[in-house]
């Protein structure tokens, strides 16, 4: 029996090494991904231009206008001269914020009196306005201390932020340990799907059925492979986080490769049930595209989990990579308890027996 699944396993192994476009689509996923995923996904905001009008051009305004225009945030330092300005830099989406000096900004302050300025942002690009307003906001709250501390008063009480497993906020650590579990998935789920279909195509699924090979003995031979190949795309991307992007990995080796291969069984399931409903490569293809993209947007990568509606964490929870993207992150920037990891690998254990069941009650109804 396992000369028969070893013989199996060469075989998807050289149908996958051997046809070009087939090493294509191991190979090339990996290299664009990490070469563009950690600079293009990301949530920080720089190189975005910044409108003033300055109705004011006292000495205080200057001194703000100044430090505006040396944040990393902003690139470019639009002046403007009548408000029909700010209309039109906001419409054209030339400036994703302008910021509006009253003209007695500056006699206000020197008199001892709170000065107001107005923010306005551009409400197409909410999410980046936010976070480039919170730059803005802490240039005026870093002037308004050193003013405090140069009339020799106390200034307000201060919040002194640490930032624990990513100190400097570098949203590279963020995107390369979740792309060992992005690349994974799609890899296992095109390397299963697309393996069954293609025999279909070629007419040799039928012969592996009515072969001495028993289904779950297929089902062995179509695993083996894609957790191999997952294995060695994690590996590769593991090695350039860490010695490319130089990010550091507290954690476990053995426990993150542990992990993994319940991560897989769990897609070699999904991939396998896939196949079974798809008659020709194309199909397969669409089917994992249509698995896969859900999968991505509710996992956690993009956005927090906890932001969902409460019915749809539940429904959540037979989504595998929710669960792994946990494990990697954590395991790889925090070094995470047992519990922790038990706490989302049990589910990976149960989504991988069900659906590998379900597989296996597939592969029996075409023997029959």
Avoid at 101 to 106: G, L
Avoid at 245 to 266: E, K, N, R, T, W
Avoid at 327 to 350: A, C, E, T
Wanted: glycine share 4%.
């Amino acid at each position: 029996m396992l000369s028969r699944i070893v013989t199996l396993i060469i075989k998807e192994l050289q149908m996958l090494l051997v046809d070009r476009s087939s090493r294509m689509i191991l190979i090339m996923p990996v290299v664009l991904q990490l070469c563009l995923f950690p600079f293009a996904a990301t949530l920080e905001v720089t190189n975005n231009t910044l409108a003033v009008f300055n109705e004011d051009n006292g000495r205080q305004s200057l001194e703000l206008i100044k430090r505006f225009s040396k944040a990393q945030a902003f690139s470019e330092l639009i002046p403007l001269y009548s408000e029909l300005d700010i209309r039109q830099v906001l419409d054209n989406q030339q400036a994703l914020i302008v910021i509006r000096f009253p003209a007695d900004f500056s006699r206000n302050l020197a008199g001892g009196h709170s000065a107001t300025i107005q923010a306005l942002l551009d409400g197409r690009r909410s999410n980046s306005g936010q976070i480039a307003l919170g730059y803005v906001q802490q240039i005026l709250l870093n002037y308004n201390n050193e003013r405090l501390i140069e009339q020799k008063r106390s200034p307000p009480s201060l919040l002194i932020t640490r930032n624990w497993f990513n100190p400097n906020l570098n949203y590279v650590r963020h995107i390369v340990p979740g792309l060992v579990a992005i690349i994974t998935t799609v890899s296992t789920l095109i390397v299963t799907a697309l393996s069954v279909a293609r025999e279909r195509e070629q007419g040799t699924f039928d012969q592996l059925l009515v072969s001495p090979l028993t289904p779950g003995m297929i089902m062995i031979g179509k695993a083996v492979p894609a957790m191999l190949v997952a294995m060695t795309q994690a590996t590769i991307i593991l090695l350039a986080g860490i010695f490319i992007y130089q990010i550091p990995f507290v954690g476990s080796f053995m426990l993150l490769y542990l992990c993994m291969v319940f991560y897989v069984l769990a897609l070699v399931g999904f991939g396998l049930l896939i196949a079974s409903i798809c008659a020709t490569q194309q199909q397969a293809f669409l089917g994992v595209f249509s698995f896969v993209m859900p999968t991505v947007l509710l996992s956690g990568f993009v956005s927090p989990v906890e932001n969902m509606p409460l019915w749809l964490q539940y429904l959540d929870w037979i989504n595998p990579l929710r669960h792994f993207i946990v494990i990697v992150k954590g395991i790889f920037l925090k070094d995470i308890d047992i519990p922790i990891i038990l706490h989302n690998l049990w589910p990976l254990w149960v989504i991988a027996v069900c659906t590998l069941s379900a597989a296996n009650w597939k592969f029996r109804q075409h023997l029959g």
